[in-house]
Nanobody
């Protein structure tokens, strides 16, 4: 069973940077892809970025391309989301999640709050 613990959120000003971390424990060899999602107040949770656990290929939602970078350190079993040039509209609770091959994201971390003020 995989467990995920997200951390690194905080309150920053527009234009600042934050790096989120997602620590993976448990049966990590079963992971096919790791994703970052976010949920703003009163809105649905939405996809932000993902990275293939072994191959390292990445995908981003359009609104964060060029500002956010997802990476992983397999030796540390940790996935990161480097967020630069933050905007107030990036304010949300950020979640990391994992999925096995041929499955949806089915393991979720607890979420970490990111607040960006103008």
């Amino acid at each position: 069973q995989v467990q995920l613990v997200a951390s690194g959120g905080g309150s920053v000003q527009a234009g600042d940077s934050l790096r989120l971390s997602c620590a993976v424990s448990g049966v990590s060899f079963s992971i096919y892809e790791m994703g970052w999602f976010r949920q703003a107040p009163g809105k649905e949770r939405k996809f932000v970025a993902s990275i293939y656990w072994v191959r390292g290929g990445t995908t981003y939602t359009d609104s964060v391309k060029g500002r956010f970078t997802v990476s992983r350190d397999n030796a540390k079993n940790t996935v990161y989301l480097q967020m630069n040039s933050l905007k107030p509209e990036d304010t949300a609770v950020y979640y990391c999640a994992s999925r096995r091959q041929s499955s949806t994201y089915d393991v979720w971390g607890q979420g970490t709050q990111v607040t960006v003020s103008s």
